[in-house]
């Protein structure tokens, strides 16, 4: 065969596979920067005071393409507040995707929130339905994590493969 389109075909390879694995690590590079620009806005929101209605804990069990199941916990905190005489409730805690975690973890972290209990809640003045206690958008880091361990592993497996494909071709006849 000849070099040359073994070297071309090779390198096709390589960009096809690549390149979907730069688009999905692309997508959560995306997410988690609209989440911290978020956060970042809602630091400029208002905020008033409001009031714990209940703090528990949601157990959200998911099932893989096996057939096995995994439980997430995550707090849910309810509460009310008022803004310009009109009440509203919500139960976000933190701004951008949530992160389930152990059972413990979202114990200890509704407990941080006691029924009755008063708060401070933070609202976009332009929706005051669109609230959270905590302004910060912890899921983020997962999805730059995410990005970063799917570029690390593309880099990886491409050099791995043109090495692989150079040492081949240093055997074939030119």
């Known amino acids: 065969m000849n070099l040359d389109f073994m070297n071309n075909l ?3 390879i390589t960009i096809m596979v690549a390149v979907p694995f730069i688009l999905i690590a692309l997508v959560f590079i995306v997410i988690g920067v609209r989440a911290r620009l978020r956060a970042s806005a809602s630091r400029s929101w208002p905020s008033t005071m409001g009031r714990v209605l209940s703090a528990s804990v949601e157990a959200r069990t998911s099932t893989s393409s096996e057939g096995g199941t995994s439980t997430s916990y995550y707090p849910v905190v309810l509460y009310e507040y008022q803004v310009n005489g009109q009440t509203y409730r919500n139960n976000r805690l933190t701004l951008g995707s949530q992160v389930g975690s152990g059972s413990g973890w979202a114990q200890g972290r509704a407990a941080q929130y006691p029924t009755g209990s008063m708060v401070q809640v933070y609202y976009n ?6 609230s959270t206690l905590e302004q910060r958008a912890p899921a983020s880091n997962i999805f730059f994590i995410i990005a970063l361990v799917i570029i690390i592993i593309l880099v990886v497996t491409v050099l791995f493969t043109s090495g692989i494909s150079n040492m081949v071709g240093g055997f074939l006849p030119r």
């Open 125 to 130: 003045p332009e929706n005051p339905l669109d």
């Open 10 to 12: 090779g390198s096709t």
